[in-house]
């Protein structure tokens, strides 16, 4: 029997003894457990719903259930949580006995809310267990738990994270509706066909049933009750490639007998992949393609991949401490979402400020510092401005802005008049730079912007070709004027 006291020394208050009814069979109740309950008074149930509650009745074993909860509550999670604080509320008044289905640490939420609520009030928990539902399972099974098995709930399904590499048992499926809706959930992760097995009333004689089934069947073949749980064998095939499958092709490919090409890379070597893999991913984006938003995409995660391969080989980092650091990142920075925290006042600011902080630094130049070098011109420009601005070294007006295009736009001409190279390049770089503060004044990205201006261009340019070719001409022999001609009707067909 497993002992865990909680109560201060000289402290007068009542217990909790915990006990597992087993599987349900009387023979799988632990004599320990019989032998308090025959012995004891003030014995609560957490449901009467269980086969071996007529054998305790049987034995002259009295009781009070506590399935009016259920009929009180719309969810289980209320259920547990009041039956919880029931039974913490019973026991500061006299010593008590909770019972609970199978083993009372194995899928038992009120046992978990139990504890917790004990630690903090002093209440001494005695645990006295019997043979779990899943024991009893495995047993039915034929299987060996020692390869491994994840238990879950089949009412938490939509927030488990599911493993295709581990036998997993599930637990709690009470009906079709239930089955149906784990379905749908599965099969995002196993082929249609996969077989599972539907087991009810394990290790409880004349209840015990085992279907075996294919998991599109289940909803639809299945014998579903409160005893009803399904067992799911480790996959042989997979349905979807993971990330950490990925990895292992990673590392398979920069080992000794891999690519010649793959092992040869370095961090230096690849970035000139990953900012091709990025604007082909923003080409996809702007396409509306999915397939091969999913491959560039694709592309862009081998690239993480590859780097932290890398990493990992020289003992640096790996790609867990990749996902590490972006996690702790991503809270650090969402503090009005993971700490319940206000938002105080501009929220772009107040992102500007953790991300300051976060890397040490104390003054604006710092963070433009910190601004990519080989960022592209325009985005770097709205970069700048846009943190300069956040101190209020700005423009006040939109006025002023085009009046200072006006003036950088004189002074290109004036350059330009005296011939200077390098004053001119200097002035269009001003020029350049207001007219990106235009842009960032009227929430227009100047990158984006003038993007669209160049297919605008390449479209326009492929109907004076076209239109010339069926003219028999060539755009060599053709004057400005002709192009020009042609360059007003491509403008007016492309509003068309």
């Known amino acids: 029997m497993l002992i865990i006291v909680y109560c201060q020394e000289g402290e007068k208050m009542g217990s909790i003894t915990i006990v597992g009814l087993g599987p349900g069979d009387f023979d799988l109740i632990s004599s320990g457990a019989l032998r308090l309950l025959k012995n004891s008074k003030n014995i609560y149930l957490r449901t009467e719903k269980h086969p071996i509650v007529k054998d305790l009745t049987k034995e002259g074993i009295n009781y009070t259930g506590l399935d009016y909860f259920y009929e009180k509550e719309s969810n289980f999670e209320s259920v547990y949580e009041n039956i919880s604080k029931f039974i913490i509320e019973k026991s500061k008044k006299e010593d008590i006995v909770y019972a609970v289905p199978g083993h009372p640490r194995v899928a038992e939420q009120t046992v978990d809310i139990i504890e917790n609520i004990a630690i903090k009030e002093n209440i001494k928990i005695n645990i006295i267990p019997s043979m779990s539902f899943v024991d009893a399972m495995f047993n039915t099974l034929g299987v060996d738990p020692v390869h491994g098995f994840k238990l879950t709930d089949a009412l938490n399904i939509e927030s488990e994270k599911i493993d295709t590499n581990s036998n997993l048992v599930i637990t709690q499926v009470y009906d079709k509706f239930t089955a149906s809706n784990l379905k749908v959930k599965l099969m995002d992760y196993y082929n249609d066909d996969t077989d599972i097995y539907v087991v009810r009333g394990a290790g409880i004689k004349d209840l015990e049933t085992v279907q075996k089934l294919k998991l599109y069947e289940m909803d639809i073949e299945g014998n579903f009750d409160y005893l009803t749980s399904v067992y799911i064998p480790k996959a042989d095939e997979k349905k979807f490639k993971d990330v950490y499958d990925l990895e292992d092709i990673m590392e398979k490919l920069r080992s000794e007998n891999g690519c010649s090409w ?235």
């Open 262 to 496: 793959d092992k040869k890379q370095t961090h230096e070597s690849l970035k000139t992949y990953i900012i091709e893999e990025a604007y082909e991913l923003v080409e996809a984006i702007e396409k509306e393609d999915i397939d091969e938003l999913i491959e560039e995409l694709g592309d862009i995660l081998l690239q993480v991949v590859f780097h932290c391969q890398i990493g990992k080989e020289e003992g640096y980092f790996d790609l867990n401490e990749v996902a590490h650091g972006i996690c702790n990142k991503l809270i650090y920075r969402h503090p009005h979402v993971f700490e319940g925290k206000k938002i105080q006042g501009d929220y772009n600011k107040q992102w500007e400020e953790l991300k300051k902080k976060e890397k040490g630094e104390s003054t604006i130049t710092e963070s433009l510092t910190r601004i990519p070098k080989h960022l592209p011109a325009l985005m770097k420009s709205n970069k700048i401005q846009s943190k300069a601005a956040m101190v209020g070294f700005d423009w006040d007006n939109i006025e002023d802005v085009y009046k200072k295009i006006q003036e950088e736009f004189k002074e290109v001409i004036d350059a330009q008049r005296n011939l200077n190279i390098q004053y001119i390049e200097e002035e269009i770089g001003d020029l350049l730079f207001a007219v990106v503060n235009l842009a960032r004044f009227l929430n227009v990205n100047p990158e984006n912007a003038l993007n669209k201006t160049n297919q605008k261009f390449i479209d326009r340019f492929k109907f004076i070709e076209e239109s010339a070719k069926n003219m028999n001409k060539k755009l060599e022999d053709m004057t400005l004027e002709e192009m020009d001609e042609l360059w007003n009707k491509a403008k007016n067909f492309r509003k068309s």
